[in-house]
């Protein structure tokens, strides 16, 4: 068994020693532990860095893509080099890498495909009130949409079973933490939580610039999740909401004319025709993204079988050599 430990980078020639030294490369139940570093077009050591402290694997990304394109780059690398288990951690040692053993102990007793670290984000001092709110909200949102018991959706400290990385796929490119577990909960891999401890600070976070920025982001990643994961769901409360809103206004409407008030009310009535039409075309758009939806999930399918066979045919290349 080999376990594969990948940490995506940029520009992190001052935390990533202090991350690489706290890594095991003994864990319970596997034969090798690796390191992989992916470097997201740093400009400073990094790579130099990680040469140094002995990284068994480095990807380089021609430039700066972001940490979900650098995620699925791992993801994928580890695979490629055979690894039937991998752990996903930050470079700037935000999680304690003494919890590894805990995040890989489910996936090897087959209870678990995908294993995420819940950190204790009440106790973090330096998380700000609006990230623990947002954090529960995150965590919140993925349960809803996934059907899973995630404490800590956005946690990056997580590891993957060999099959269930195969299955993985990211189109955001701000972060991969939600919408890789909302995937999962769909294809009805069994996820499961694990307590881990943090540790200090060594740098300010590369996601939060600034409370506005975070906020924006995060929601729109909330949103976007609703809208590929959920789409019938989403547009038809959507269309449900303006046509209702439109046929109270028509109510309302009648009231005033069958009353002898009417002609003071004519922009309701065209306010109610213009949601009665929004929101049962609305209504429409959602049974055409719940056709998408599942095109979507055929063509996902048909990549993993894709990635099964490609990795299983480069791996007995490998063993034939």
């Known amino acids: 068994m080999k376990l594969i430990i990948q940490i995506p980078c940029f520009n992190e020639q001052d935390s990533l020693p202090v991350t690489l030294a706290a890594l095991p490369r003994d864990v319970d139940g596997f034969d090798q532990v690796q390191w992989l570093i992916i470097d997201d077009g740093s400009s400073d050591r990094t790579v130099q860095v990680a040469r140094e402290s002995g990284v068994d694997h480095i990807v380089s990304l021609p430039h700066n893509q972001g940490l979900a394109v650098a995620f699925m780059a791992g993801i994928e690398a580890s695979l490629a080099y055979g690894a039937d288990v991998i752990v996903n951690t930050d470079a700037d040692n935000q999680y304690n890498a003494a919890g590894i053993p805990q995040l890989t102990k489910p996936i090897l007793n087959r209870e678990a495909d995908i294993v995420i670290g819940a950190r204790p984000i009440a106790d973090t001092a330096h998380f700000s009130p609006v990230k623990k709110a947002l954090q529960r909200l995150g965590s919140w949102v993925v349960r809803k949409a996934s059907g899973s018991n995630v404490h800590d959706a956005p946690s990056g400290f997580r590891a993957f079973s060999r099959q269930a990385a195969m299955q993985l796929n990211v189109f955001s490119s701000y972060t991969y933490t939600l919408e890789t577990i909302i995937q999962a909960g769909q294809k009805n891999m069994a ?26 982001r995060s929601m729109a990643t909330i949103i976007r999740i609703f809208v590929v994961y959920k789409p019938f769901q989403f547009f038809m409360t959507l269309g449900l909401l303006l046509f209702g809103s439109g046929v109270l206004l028509g109510l309302r409407f009648l009231f005033f004319y069958f009353t002898g008030q009417g002609d003071g009310h004519i922009q309701s009535l065209i306010l109610t025709a213009v949601l009665l039409g929004i929101g049962f075309q609305t209504m429409l758009v959602a049974f055409i993204a719940d056709l998408l939806a599942v095109n979507r999930r055929l063509l996902e399918e048909l990549q993993y079988r894709s990635r099964r066979i490609d990795l299983n045919r480069d791996a007995a290349g490998n063993a034939s050599k």
Do not use: C
């Open 191 to 216: 996820i499961v939580s694990v307590p881990v401890d943090t540790n200090p600070d060594l740098r300010p976070s590369r996601l939060l610039k600034s409370i506005g920025s975070y906020v924006r």
